[in-house]
């Protein structure tokens, strides 16, 4: 009896990973909500059109590089490569701080040409989806700032588990915020 419970060993999800799942799925809807809503209003007409800045594009390449620095930062990090674990983690960081200033001049691009808020719904859904974007990254920036005052410390350059849990949540969120930018900036360019 014993054998047959052992054999179907259930594998569980940590509590931790869970609850991150379930507020990714609810952001998830969150931005799903917001760019059918913009699909609708957009066919209703009175639509006014522009470009993207250029700017956009040199902040996904930002938050792409901080996803990929990140990714090899965490593989070094369970490799007990701690300099470049810290290296890479702090570049990572960098770069999520550069894909919000280029976020911002971005919008200065759009201000210099007249394109606000108010404008017309057009720029209302863009400003209201990337400003919410940003929020998301600023939080997962705060959640970095975290990891990069722990990574500093000595003690905590022995591997453990719960220290592994820390940086695949923390790594899981900036990852998705990296891809939910991917979809958000193909979406407007394909709504051009």
């Given at each position: 009896?014993?054998?047959?419970?052992?054999s179907?060993?259930?594998r569980?999800?940590?509590?931790k990973?869970?609850?991150?799942?379930a507020?990714?799925?609810?952001i998830v809807?969150?931005f799903?909500?917001?760019?059918?809503a913009?699909?609708?209003?957009?066919?209703?007409?009175?639509?006014?059109?522009f470009d993207?800045p250029?700017m956009?594009?040199?902040?996904t390449?930002?938050?792409?590089?901080?996803s990929?620095?990140l990714?090899i930062?965490?593989?070094?990090?369970?490799g007990?490569q701690?300099?470049k674990?810290?290296r890479?983690?702090?570049l990572?960081?960098f770069?999520?701080?550069?894909?919000?200033?280029?976020?911002y001049?971005?919008?200065?691009?759009l201000?210099?040409q007249d394109?606000?808020?108010?404008r017309?719904?057009s720029?209302s859904f863009l400003?209201?989806?990337t400003?919410?974007?940003?929020?998301?990254?600023?939080?997962?920036?705060?959640?970095?700032?975290?990891?990069?005052?722990?990574a500093?410390?000595?003690?905590?350059?022995v591997?453990t588990e719960s220290?592994?849990?820390?940086l695949e949540l923390?790594?899981?969120?900036?990852?998705?915020v990296?891809i939910?930018?991917?979809?958000l900036?193909i979406f407007?360019?394909?709504?051009?």
């Amino acid at each position: 009896m014993n054998n047959v419970m052992a054999s179907r060993k259930v594998r569980k999800i940590h509590p931790k990973k869970f609850a991150l799942w379930a507020g990714l799925v609810s952001i998830v809807m969150m931005f799903t909500a917001l760019t059918s809503a913009y699909i609708v209003r957009r066919a209703g007409g009175a639509w006014y059109e522009f470009d993207l800045p250029d700017m956009f594009i040199w902040s996904t390449i930002a938050i792409i590089l901080s996803s990929t620095a990140l990714h090899i930062s965490y593989k070094s990090y369970v490799g007990e490569q701690h300099k470049k674990f810290k290296r890479l983690l702090f570049l990572g960081c960098f770069l999520g701080l550069a894909f919000i200033v280029f976020q911002y001049l971005g919008w200065q691009d759009l201000l210099a040409q007249d394109i606000t808020i108010n404008r017309n719904p057009s720029s209302s859904f863009l400003y209201l989806i990337t400003g919410l974007h940003v929020l998301h990254v600023v939080g997962g920036i705060g959640a970095l700032g975290i990891v990069v005052i722990y990574a500093r410390r000595k003690k905590h350059q022995v591997v453990t588990e719960s220290r592994k849990l820390r940086l695949e949540l923390v790594f899981t969120y900036w990852h998705f915020v990296d891809i939910l930018w991917i979809y958000l900036f193909i979406f407007f360019l394909v709504q051009q």
